[in-house]
């Protein structure tokens, strides 16, 4: 990917727009409601599928080498949280948001649907990884089903607002700027 300077810069401000949308969160037990997907999202909206998911990328990454930029902090050992699934299902929500917007990123219905499976993708990696890590790692012995209650059932409706919300602002975001994805 050969990237342009503004295409660097755009990468670099979406990461840290994600990582100001972990502290504007709503606490709920276990998987905290932050703004990390509209960022996420708007990402991979604005920049496209590759683009996007290296916001993303950078994000995790950065929280990965020690600084605070999660909800409860950052470091090596942020793998071992429950919630880190998560963070790394924004990576692939990003791209699979990018991949669908780019055939028309100024279709509200395309846009929303984008936004839907990219919601999908982040539960379909942080739902186990929390089960995972409840059970085997902290020894909590979470049930599947309140794994998947608290996973996601309790965020998907916030989550399906944040989409809508999302699809309304990237839409209107695109239609008055010219950002390239190739």
């Given at each position: ?78 793998i071992l ?6 963070l790394v ?91 390239r994805v190739?």
């Amino acid at each position: 990917m050969n990237l342009k300077v503004s295409d660097k810069v755009l990468i670099s401000v979406f990461a840290a727009l994600t990582a100001v949308g972990a502290f504007i969160r709503i606490p709920i037990p276990f998987v905290p409601f932050t703004l990390q997907f509209f960022f996420c999202s708007i990402s991979g909206i604005l920049l496209g599928a590759k683009k996007g998911a290296l916001s993303q990328i950078i994000y995790v990454a950065i929280g990965l080498i020690g600084l605070p930029v999660f909800t409860k902090g950052g470091g090596p050992q942020y793998i071992l949280e429950p919630t880190f699934g998560y963070l790394v299902g924004l990576i692939f929500s990003s791209y699979i948001i990018g991949k669908i917007a780019e055939k028309n990123k100024k279709d509200l219905k395309n846009v929303f649907l984008a936004n839907i499976a990219g919601i999908i993708v982040i539960y379909l990696i942080g739902v186990p990884y929390f089960y995972f890590i409840n059970n085997f790692y902290l020894g909590t012995n979470m049930p599947i089903n309140l794994a998947i209650y608290y996973g996601c059932f309790i965020t998907l409706p916030g989550d399906i607002i944040k989409s809508l919300i999302t699809t309304v602002v990237g839409v209107n975001i695109a239609s008055k700027i010219n950002i390239r994805v190739a």
